[in-house]
């Protein structure tokens, strides 16, 4: 990541946000706690670009994208 995108980075964003492929081996209950936050992360980023434009356009659909993942990665464990 180069400085300009560090320094335009989301600074409410927990770290676990900007690992998307790291669910796979986590367990359940982790997965749930950090499906919890990155909703509650969206729904912070929807409110907030209600009154202006965000910085980082792509942030809200990495968001969405890694919420879809973790739902995936529980779903196939339930199944499992």
Do not use: C, W, Y
Not at 36 to 63: D, Y
């Amino acid at each position: 990541m180069t400085e300009k995108n560090k320094n335009t980075k989301d600074k409410n964003l927990p770290p676990e946000a900007d690992q998307p492929r790291a669910a796979k081996g986590m367990k359940t209950d982790e997965l749930e706690k950090k499906l919890v936050l990155l909703k509650e992360n969206i729904r912070v980023i929807r409110f907030k670009s209600e009154g202006s434009k965000s910085k980082n356009v792509k942030e809200l659909a990495s968001l969405k994208k890694n919420v879809a993942r973790i739902l995936t990665e529980i779903n196939q464990k339930i199944k499992n």
